[in-house]
């Protein structure tokens, strides 16, 4: 709309309020008899306006817990703002740039209701005192507790990657990376306890996995504050420690030591390994049946009464490296292990669609070395390149799921889930990139440039009829949806 | 380098709004939402004694006051958004009832039907700026601002009812605009 149509619409639609209601469009229709167009938004707007009711009448209202919030460009001390990167329990993270010795922190701001109390505050100085002084590569290091005004912050290490829980929310991880990561917490979870910090809020949440696949347990000696300051805290949206993985003694308010993470951290491990919170759905959480890997591990860390649990840290380590990962003990349910039960049967013609498409793509490669010839120049190499790269992406990705099928069927429910979107993307390029080639082939006489354009629609019928239907088969026993 | 008066005082409003804020959330004072008109007075009324002179009078105040709540709501909504994404889409991991439960403890409330969608109306907004900057700005300090007809009139130096006729346009625009975004 140019600037003048707006200014005639403007006054057309507020002369028309001035009218008799029931005159106004034929008012309208009136003045706007030499443009339609015009005539159609006065219409419309006026329209809206006769059914616009309250909207916007009244003022935006403001929870008060989202001015505890910083937008970008605040200046807190030597901090600058960049962005809010979580947001939880115990307050929101900011990425934010130190400017003294420029480099990114992670800045976490506590509730304004936590710094306000002089004997909290005191609390806090002390633990993220003791937080600093624990090394371990697992340990996102705290930088220092600043306090700035009202409000307390705690800088620490910025850590690039993704939360355990957003890992844990693609499906059920391997066990054998299960078993690394937890390792991993153990170590850093015994590191703090021996500098007399105890995490007491470890969760999917504050396990970061980063880009290089390390891991950082975030948050240490954070939620280091009990009794009833804390509970006067149950605002919606502060608490803290989060119950779901809070131990017995925790949630009720006793004494807490180091065995309360390694509760915590017996949930974890449950999860990842199944995806899901192993109380979920019970009401007694006295009574917990596990099955699969490190069964026996996780029932001792869950135990009610913390001195039947691991001692430390350290031993849970140990006791990872001893249990045998298929080995199912104290079964009753196994409604989880759907995911991990292989389909022998079914599954013999989806791995025989699987290799025979992995050696049809792999045959391709000799026709497209003809074909490369025929189109000549860089758009022939460039064509060979873009086959010879699907192809291998393809068949190899393929040929895993095949080998994967027939030898660790275990895993091929978590391999099947990270690999099918590659496969799928591979099978369109593949296509599209035969289809090209043809066309590009300037002889028409060339047997190729009806053949590589056949078989590309044979690879596209292939993945789009035929691969849902096998995979099916093969994965309905199994609980694995066809992911396409 | 912010040379312009408004973004040199910015912090202080917000800050201040951030101070009142806090005394609502550590339950001295009930609520779960305040309305903006609220909070706006009473930062400005606090302001006042001590740091008035920094604004050309309270009209200066409101308009600050209006443009910084519209940055923390939409700011806010944003990163709800964020965190509501998590990592891309996928089906919500704790489907259990008692997770569930501890999860929703820890959601804030979300707002009540037919609530604004404050994103969708801020990038409304910014169209309508490009369109038409007065109306915009009227919107901005009645909706995000809390104002009232008169208060807008004296911040924009105009007449109460060429707001009131600005406002008419304006909400039926939006309102058209966000109707029309569910769709395209």
Redesign the interface.
């Known amino acids: ?1 140019t600037p003048q149509q ?1 200014e005639r619409l ?1 006054n057309l ?2 002369d028309a ?1 001035e009218q008799p209601a029931h005159e106004r469009h034929a008012w309208i229709a009136e003045r706007c008899a030499d443009d339609v167009t015009l005539l159609r938004e006065a219409e ?3 329209a ?2 006769e059914t ?1 009711g309250t ?2 009448e ?12 910083l ?2 460009g ?2 807190i001390g030597s901090y600058k703002v960049i962005e ?1 990167i ?4 115990m307050g ?1 993270v900011y990425l934010a740039e130190d400017t003294r010795l420029g480099r990114l922190v992670a800045l976490k701001s506590l ?3 936590l710094s ?1 109390q002089p004997d909290l505050r005191q609390r806090l100085r002390r633990e993220a005192r003791a937080a600093a002084t624990i090394s371990h590569p697992a340990v996102a290091v705290v930088y220092a507790l600043e306090e700035v005004n ?1 409000h307390l912050f705690i800088a620490s290490e910025y850590v690039r990657g ?1 939360t355990l ?6 499906g059920p991880i391997a066990p054998d990376r299960a078993r690394a990561i937890a390792a991993e917490i153990a170590g850093a979870l015994a590191a703090a306890h021996d500098a007399g910090v105890i995490h007491r809020d470890l969760k999917p949440e504050n396990v970061l996995i980063k880009s290089d696949g390390g891991v950082k347990v975030v948050d240490f000696g954070i939620a280091q504050i009990e009794g009833p300051e804390a509970t ?1 805290l149950t ?3 502060s ?1 803290l420690g ?3 993985y809070m131990a017995p003694e925790q949630l009720l308010g006793q004494t807490v030591d180091g065995r309360a993470d390694i509760y915590a951290w017996g949930i974890v491990l449950s ?1 990842m390994l199944t ?3 192993p ?5 007694d959480t006295r009574h917990v049946h596990l099955t699969g890997p490190f069964a026996t591990v996780i029932a001792r860390c869950l135990h009610a009464d913390p001195s039947a649990r691991y001692v430390s840290a350290r031993e849970l380590v140990t006791a990872l490296g001893s249990d045998s990962l298929h080995k199912s003990t104290q079964g009753i349910e196994s409604s989880h292990e759907g995911g991990l039960t292989p389909a022998p049967v079914s599954r013999f013609w989806w791995e025989f669609h699987q290799a025979v498409t992995a050696l049809v793509y792999a045959v391709m490669v000799i026709p497209a070395w003809y074909a490369r010839g025929q189109i000549g120049g860089w758009q022939g190499r460039a064509f060979f390149i873009a086959v010879v790269t699907t192809v291998v992406v393809a068949t190899t990705a393929r040929l895993h799921l095949w080998f994967t099928s027939r030898f660790y069927p275990g895993e091929l429910d978590w391999v099947h889930r990270r690999s099918s979107r590659w496969i799928r993307i591979a099978d369109w390029l593949f296509g599209a990139t035969l289809v090209i080639g043809g066309v590009m082939i300037g002889d028409e006489r060339s047997p190729l440039a009806i053949v590589l354009p056949s078989v590309a629609v044979g690879v596209v019928v292939a993945f789009l009829l035929i691969e849902p239907v096998t995979t099916r088969d093969a994965f309905k026993r199994s609980g694995i949806s066809p992911s396409s | 380098m912010p040379s312009d008066p408004v973004s040199e005082l910015m ?1 202080l409003v ?1 800050d201040e ?6 005394s ?4 001295e004072r009930p ?7 609220a ?1 706006v007075n009473e930062a400005f009324v606090r302001l006042a004694g001590e740091r008035a002179r920094h604004f050309n009078g309270r009209t200066h105040f409101l308009a600050i006051a209006a443009l910084s ?1 519209r ?3 939409v ?2 909504a944003r ?2 958004n ?2 509501k994404r ?2 891309g889409p ?10 569930a439960n ?1 999860e929703a ?5 979300e ?1 009540a039907p037919g609530d ?1 969608d ?1 994103l969708a109306l801020d990038e409304a907004l910014s169209r309508l700026t490009a ?2 900057a007065e109306l915009a700005r009227v ?1 901005e300090l ?5 104002l009232t007809v008169e208060e807008v009139a004296e911040v924009m130096g105009t007449s109460p009812a060429t707001v009131k ?1 600005q406002w ?2 304006a ?6 605009a966000l ?1 029309d975004g569910v769709r395209s």
């Open positions: 709309m707006w403007k639609f507020q309020l419309a707007l006026l809206t306006h616009v909207f916007l009244e003022p935006a209202r403001v929870d008060p817990g989202d001015l505890e919030t937008i970008p605040t200046v809010e979580g947001h939880g329990g929101v509730p304004s209701a306000m009202d993704e829980r957003e890992e844990i929310a693609r006067r605002r919606a949206g608490m989060t119950p779901a999860e995806g899901h919170h109380l979920q759905g019970r009401g | 912090p917000y709004l951030r101070r009142i804020a806090a609502y959330v550590r339950g609520g779960q939402t305040i309305q903006a008109t909070l709540m940055q923390i709501l700011q806010r990163a709800r964020a965190i998590g990592g996928q089906r919500v991991t704790l489907d259990d009832a008692n997770a501890v403890a820890f959601r804030r409330p707002g604004i404050v369109l038409d919107v009645r909706y995000f601002g809390g006729r008419a346009l909400r039926a625009w939006l309102k058209r109707d």
